[in-house]
Nanobody, 121 residues
Framework: VQLQASGGGLVQPGGSVRLSCAAS????????MGWYRQGPGKQRDLVAS???????NYEDSVKGRFTISRDNAKNTVYLQMSSLKPEDTDVYFC????????????????WGQGTQVTVSS
């Protein structure tokens, strides 16, 4: 299983960008999906998450500005980022929790390679 993230780049303050993360390989199903961010020398923090039934959760600083969504048919998770601030500058990582087999209670976390988002004028 591989996760391929895309969509980062340089954006001006107040601007928008959409991140995408597509999972490929032997995927029986996907449970939890999330986006994390990590700055230099800092821990990786959860920004937004979405469950199989579409329940979302957001870190306080991004509520009302970021929207996470998923397309189960495409095994893809998105992060729409709006009203961006310089402090949103980080490397963003996608995460997916995939069961070891269809119907299995055991799962494994997979990570994308990270995509840089830089908010600057």
């Amino acid at each position: 299983v591989q996760l391929q993230a895309s969509g980062g780049g340089l954006v001006q303050p107040g601007g928008s960008v959409r991140l995408s993360c597509a999972a490929s390989g032997n995927i029986p199903s996907i449970g939890f999906m999330g986006w994390y961010r990590q700055g230099p020398g800092k821990q990786r923090d959860l920004v937004a998450s979405i469950t199989t039934d579409g329940t979302t959760n957001y870190e306080d600083s991004v509520k009302g500005r970021f929207t996470i969504s998923r397309d189960n048919a495409k095994n893809t998770v998105y992060l729409q980022m709006s009203s961006l601030k310089p402090e949103d500058t980080d490397v963003y990582f996608c995460n997916a929790r995939i069961p070891l087999a269809l119907g299995s209670a055991l799962s494994r976390d997979y990570w994308g390679q990270g995509t840089q988002v830089t908010v600057s004028s």
